[in-house]
C-alpha cells in the first residue's frame, strides 16, 4: 500500500470510527483532551503497525481494544481521575439524546464504575457486545467477563439500584 492509499485508509477509519472511540474513552477518562489525546495516539498506533484485519468486526474490535489500552496507560502514568460532572459530558457528546431518565441514572452509576468493571459495562452493554466478543476485544477469559459483570451489578446494587443493563447507544 503506497503512502496515498494509506492516507486515504486512515481518514476513513478516523471518520468511521472516532465518534463511538471518543464516548467509550471519555467515559473512561472523563476529559476532552485527554480523550482527545488518546484517540490520537490510537490512530497513530493503527497508522504505524499497518494491522491485517479478517474483517471490518476485527478492525473494529482492535481500534476499541487499542483505545481502552491507551486509557489505561494515560491513567496509570498520570495518576489522575478528572472528575467531570456527567452533565457535562453530556453537553460535550449526545450519548443521552433520546434516554429516559431511568436510562440516564443508569449511565451515571456506569460513570462511576472503577475501569474493570466499567471497561466490560461499556462493551456489554451499552456497545452490544456478547460475553464472547468482550472477552475477545478485552483479552481476557469469558469468565473474567462474566465475574466483572457480575460485580458491576453488585456494586451498583450496593449504591441502591439494581442493575439489569439495557443502555442502547449507536452503533460503530
Known sequence: ????ERNKDLEQVIEKYSNALYKICFMILKNEQDTNDVLQE?????????????????KKAWLIKVSQN????FLRFHKKHAGVPLEEVEERFEITNGMN??????????WNLNYKLKSVVILYYIEGYSVKETAEILRISEGAVKKRLQRARESLAHLGKAFEGGIVCEQL
Not at 491507551?70 to 496507560?73: A, N
Not at 431518565?101 to 452509576?109: A, H, I, S, T
Open 1 to 4: 500500500m503506497n503512502q496515498e
Open 70 to 73: 491507551k486509557c489505561k496507560e
Open 101 to 110: 431518565v431511568e436510562d440516564r441514572e443508569k449511565l451515571r452509576l456506569i
Open 42 to 58: 490510537t490512530f497513530i498506533t493503527y497508522m504505524t503497525k499497518k494491522p491485517d484485519f479478517k474483517s471490518e468486526e476485527h
